[in-house]
């Protein structure tokens, strides 16, 4: 799970909801490094080391053009949503298939 949250967040919640077995890792912004933040590809190039998977075998959810953005520059095909009634969805355009 990559998140623009941080990663002490990013846990909390999963362990909250019961969600903890269902993700193998979690990769959340670097405290004080704004720089880290999607659409910077840094964590979703994180998020792949560990399983040793690529971009080529790789499939990125996301709900806002940032998001398709850091997937784009991480080579990773990229499913853009609107995850909520009325969101703008003008930025799916973005997706590239």
């Known amino acids: 799970m990559v998140s623009n949250n941080a990663g002490t967040a990013i846990t909390a919640y999963l362990a909250e909801h019961g969600l903890s077995d269902c993700v193998a890792g979690d990769f959340g912004r670097v405290p004080s490094d704004p720089s880290s933040m999607k659409p910077n590809p840094r964590l979703l190039l994180e998020a792949m080391e560990p399983s040793g998977a690529g971009p080529e075998h790789s499939i990125f959810i996301c709900d806002a053009a940032r998001d398709v953005e850091a997937g784009k520059a991480a080579g990773i095909q990229t499913i853009g949503y609107a995850n909520k009634?009325?969101?703008?969805?003008?930025?799916?355009q973005l997706v590239p298939w």
């Open 85 to 92: 009634p009325g969101k703008n969805s003008s930025w799916l």
